[in-house]
Structure formats: C-alpha cells, structure tokens
C-alpha cells in the first residue's frame, strides 16, 4: 500500500513538474488518503497484532 501511494506521489510530482495542474493536485490527494490509510492500518496492526498470538 505504501508502494502505490509513492507512485501517485511520483505521479504528482512528474504532472506538476510538467505543469498539469489538476492532475498533480489529484494525484497528490490520492497518495496522500493511501498514506493515511497506511498509518491508520500500521498502528492497528501494532496494537492487536501481538494480543492473538499465543
């Protein structure tokens, strides 16, 4: 998951880059939502990775 959101963040940077402005900004707001979900998904795992573990 942290793979695609580098690849949309890569995306951004590139249309940016080449000033398509709208797609850097769309690009940007995917990669930024697949980034949180990552956190929000990573620190779950922590907590209740370990408690099912026998």
């Known amino acids: 998951m942290l793979r ?3 690849i ?3 995306v951004a940077i590139i ?3 080449f000033g398509f ?3 850097a ?3 940007a707001d995917i990669a ?3 980034f949180f979900i990552f956190v929000v998904l990573f620190v ?3 907590l ?3 408690r099912f573990v026998r």
């Open 15 to 17: 249309a940016a880059i």
């Open 25 to 27: 900004q769309a690009s």
């Open 21 to 23: 402005t709208g797609i």
């Open 48 to 50: 209740f990775g370990g």
């Open 32 to 34: 930024r939502f697949i």
């Open 8 to 10: 949309f963040l890569v």
């Open 4 to 6: 695609w959101a580098l």
């Open 44 to 46: 779950l795992s922590l």
